[in-house]
C-alpha cells in the first residue's frame, strides 16, 4: 500500500468587502496567495497546505444553492487556528478586536491548552488556540482544536 500525499484544505468564507477583509486578516499577520486573488476573491495563506478562501458574497453564492449563513444569529463555522505560545493567541484576539473584530467568548485556560475567540468582520468565528508540546503524546495524534 502506498502513502498517499498529505492532503490540502480550502476553506471558503464569503466576505462583504473583499479590500476590508484582506486588510483584516494582513493586520493578524496573514500573507495571501496573488496568484489565486482577484477582484472576487482572495487565497488566504494558513500553512503550506491550508488555505481560506475569501470570496466575495456574490461569488461564494455561485458555489451553493442554499443561503449564505446570517453569522449575526448563526454560526455556520469555528474556525480554530493554532498559535505558539498564549501570547500569540493573545495578540492575535487583541489585534483582530483593534482592527474592527469583536470577541467572542472569554478565553479558556486549561493548562496544558489555552484558547480565546473572536469575529471577523463578517461575523465568522475564529478560535486561536495554544497547545502544550505534552499535548500531542497525551491524545495521541492530533488532538481535536476547541477550548470549549
Same mark, same amino acid.
Given at each position: 500500500?502506498? $502513502?498517499?500525499?498529505? +492532503?490540502?484544505?480550502?476553506? %471558503? @468564507?464569503?466576505? +462583504? %468587502?473583499? $479590500? #476590508?477583509?484582506?486588510a483584516f486578516f494582513t493586520a493578524l &499577520?496573514?500573507?495571501?496567495n496573488l496568484r489565486f486573488t482577484n477582484e472576487v476573491g482572495a487565497c488566504m495563506i494558513v500553512s503550506d497546505s491550508a488555505y481560506v478562501m475569501l470570496l466575495e458574497d456574490p461569488f461564494f453564492q455561485t458555489f451553493t #444553492?442554499? $443561503?449564505?449563513?446570517?453569522? /449575526?444569529?448563526?454560526?455556520?463555522a469555528l474556525l480554530c487556528i !493554532?498559535?505558539? !505560545? +498564549?501570547? /500569540?493567541? #493573545?495578540q492575535m484576539v487583541e489585534t483582530a478586536v483593534q482592527h474592527g473584530g469583536r470577541h467572542a @467568548?472569554?478565553? $479558556?485556560?486549561? &493548562?496544558v491548552m489555552f484558547g480565546w475567540s473572536f469575529y471577523d468582520?463578517?461575523?465568522h468565528h475564529w478560535e486561536p488556540a495554544w497547545m502544550a508540546a505534552s499535548m500531542d503524546a497525551e491524545c495521541g495524534a492530533a488532538p481535536v482544536c476547541s477550548s470549549s
Open positions: 500500500m502506498t $502513502k498517499s500525499a498529505p +492532503r490540502m484544505m480550502f476553506v %471558503n @468564507l464569503p466576505v +462583504r %468587502n473583499l $479590500k #476590508q477583509s484582506m &499577520g496573514f500573507t495571501f #444553492q442554499q $443561503k449564505i449563513c446570517d453569522t /449575526a444569529t448563526h454560526t455556520e !493554532s498559535c505558539d !505560545s +498564549r501570547e /500569540a493567541v #493573545q @467568548l472569554p478565553s $479558556k485556560d486549561h &493548562g468582520l463578517d461575523g
